[in-house]
């Protein structure tokens, strides 16, 4: 399960057949599952990020197609909306939720922590990277409610992407809103599976 360096963009010959992906449908999502078990990130009581890659966005529609059954039109949708997810070799993208089991206790916190998604920030041995939100969606109301659901961009430079590879620096993920303020260390195991998404 390691990207194909060219392996930036899913097309359509990438899609395996309903038929195919059904019958090993349960094998593949064994291992993907294992594949991303080093992809996420617990920060706070609340937060997780969930790193999306090349092999979990196809994932992902796969599922959708299979689910859905939409065929060709479905899939261009799906491509529209997954591809972007997928990092293009300078970058890291991560699918932050919020996740609270009680609806109540939900939406107060998300009505407290408005514009939460422009106070992501990763930390490379003190260097930060200021997270960008995903463009195209507009994550935080009008009346100051975020979403549960953010899409996070952590665009780097050469330099820090060779000191991420490297292994031999401190790595932390933390978010700085006045009402969730929290970070965290990446593992050493995390770190390593991140650092494919690098070209």
Do not use: C, W
Request: hydrophobic letters at 35%; aromatic letters at 10%; proline letters at 4%.
């Amino acid at each position: 399960m390691i990207m194909p360096k060219e392996k930036r963009e899913i097309q359509k010959n990438d899609i395996l057949p309903l038929e195919i992906y059904t019958k090993q449908r349960k094998g593949l999502r064994k291992k993907i599952v294992e594949f991303k078990k080093n992809r996420r990130v617990s920060l706070g009581p609340y937060a997780t990020f969930y790193f999306e890659s090349y092999e979990t966005m196809l994932a992902q529609v796969q599922e959708m197609l299979y689910i859905e059954k939409g065929g060709d039109d479905q899939l261009k949708d799906e491509l529209t909306a997954y591809n972007p997810l997928i990092p293009n070799g300078k970058e890291l993208i991560a699918t932050l939720m919020f996740e609270i089991d009680n609806p109540v206790s939900r939406a107060t916190f998300l009505g407290k922590v408005g514009g939460i998604e422009e106070k992501v920030f990763m930390k490379i041995n003190g260097d930060i990277i200021n997270a960008t939100p995903e463009e195209d969606v507009d994550r935080t109301s009008a009346e100051g409610k975020a979403s549960s659901v953010q899409f996070i961009h952590f665009k780097f430079n050469e330099e820090q992407i060779q000191k991420f590879k490297s292994g031999q620096t401190q790595i932390e993920i933390g978010i700085n809103h006045d009402e969730y303020s929290h970070s965290t260390k990446l593992n050493d195991e995390t770190i390593k599976s991140l650092s494919r998404d690098f070209n």
